[in-house]
């Protein structure tokens, strides 16, 4: 099965940059992605590595190191409604060869932005 | 374009009653996925369709639970004897594929009460 670990809550202040962390635990592995979810609302797509490194979509960015099984996103410039919680998700390759295409998801990471 | 959409935002219910969830996916959306998601936790993967086919229902957590998709578009999960521990926002997202990299649209969830 699928495993992820991220950081329950984190604080940051206006203007700051704030990096939060993801390590997983799969019998295999078809990238990382991560997803943006306001209270009371929808998950919303952020960003995919398939690959190492780091792919950068505006003041977000997301990293992934296959080898260390870790990855990480980094919000710069954070504004107050990047107040949200972060979730990192990977599929479950056990499943991508019977035709299933299950995303598993990570337990999220409440991010407060305060003034 | 119009996104996922799904019916009744709320519901509530008495235990031992069946409840009928709606998604409405992405038109062109091959991909759909319900997920089930408690309060501040993290999204729990229920089942996946591909076209009409359920090649993934794993994530049910019980018999009481089933889901159909039909004409490739719309899908219904039902509850049947509901109990108070299935309150929860129900999630449903599509995508174009099942690819590793076909990102999920979510719709708004149906929160589900059970008394």
């Known amino acids: 099965g699928q495993s992820l670990e991220q950081p329950s809550e984190v604080t940051a202040v206006e203007g700051a940059i704030v990096q939060i962390n993801c390590t997983y635990q799969t019998s295999g592995f078809y990238g990382l992605s991560w997803y943006q979810q306001h209270d009371g609302g929808a998950p919303t797509f952020l960003s995919y590595n398939g690959l190492d490194g780091l792919e950068e979509t505006g003041r977000f960015s997301s990293f992934l190191s296959r080898s260390d099984s870790y990855g990480y996103l980094l919000l710069q410039e954070l504004q107050m409604k990047d107040s949200a919680s972060y979730f990192c998700?990977?599929?479950?390759?056990?499943?991508?060869?019977?035709?299933?295409?299950?995303?598993?998801f990570g337990t999220g990471t409440q991010l407060k932005v305060e003034l | 374009g119009a996104g996922v959409s799904q019916s009744p935002s709320n519901k509530v219910t008495e235990k031992g009653k069946d409840v009928e969830l709606r998604c409405d996916p992405i038109?062109?959306?091959?991909?759909l996925y319900w997920y089930r998601q408690s309060l501040g936790q993290g999204l729990e993967f229920l089942i996946y369709?591909?076209?009409?086919?359920?090649?993934?229902k794993s994530g049910l957590p019980s018999d009481r639970f089933s889901a159909e998709r039909t004409g490739g578009s719309v899908s219904t999960l039902t509850i049947q004897r509901t109990q108070q521990e299935d309150s929860a926002v129900y999630l449903c997202a599509s995508s174009k594929k099942g690819g590793a990299n076909s990102p999920l649209h979510f719709g708004n969830g149906t929160r589900l009460t059970v008394t």
């Open positions: 369709f591909q076209g009409n086919s359920a090649p993934d």
């Open positions: 998700a990977v599929r479950d390759p056990a499943r991508l060869t019977g035709g299933g295409n299950k995303l598993t």
């Open positions: 038109s062109g959306h091959t991909a």
